[in-house]
């Protein structure tokens, strides 16, 4: 069973940084492009960033270029975004995804607040 | 960026009565690999989103017949024949054939 487990959201002040992980399980990781989707509560799905199945090609939204890192221990099975110079309009919920979508995690939230 | 407008944005619906969604793309989502690239996701209240259909019409693992999807180049529906209380939720389109990948408003489909 595919499994994508993300965690390290939580309260950060604007211009703060934080680091989320996503654990997948149940298909090789290495072989697949994994992404990160973010949701403001109530409201759409936004395509953050892209990552291929090696680590060598990174894609991001213009919102979050220059702030956000998407990488991946494919040892370990892990995807993480570091977000820095984080603002307020970057409160959602953080999703991993494999693929287009084909499986989904449950998602960290991530709250820019002073 | 591509821009994928939905429509209705809001779908009251009758238990057993069919329903149906439509998505616009502002360009063709045809990609230069030869493959157009929309897909449907539902997410029910509380739940993270979970993909119905890829590649315009190909039916993910457990989703029931009785929901279909079509279209070609930039024009797409989602039919459910009879709804049911389990459909319930907020559905979006997608595309992934330019980046940034886009999604449509989402469509919330209540009885």
Partial sequence: EVQ???????????GGSLTLSCVASGFTFRSYWMHWVRQVPGKGLVWVS?????????????SVKGRFTISRDNAKNTLYLQMDSLRIEDTSVYYCTRGLGAFWGRGTLVTVSS | DVVMTQSPLSLPVTLGQPASISCKSSQSLVHSDGNTYLNWFQQRPGQS???LFYEISNRDSGVPDRISAS????????KIGRVEADDVGVYYCMQGAH???TFGQG?????
């Fill in chain 2, 71 to 78: 279209g070609s180049g930039t024009d797409f529906t989602l």
């Fill in chain 1, 4 to 14: 994508l487990v993300e965690s390290g959201g939580g309260l950060v002040q604007p």
């Fill in chain 1, 50 to 62: 892209r990552l291929n199945s090696d680590g060598s090609l990174t894609t991001y939204a213009d």
């Fill in chain 2, 107 to 111: 469509t919330k489909l209540e009885i």
């Fill in chain 2, 49 to 51: 989103p979970r993909r």
């Fill in chain 2, 99 to 101: 980046w940034p990948y």
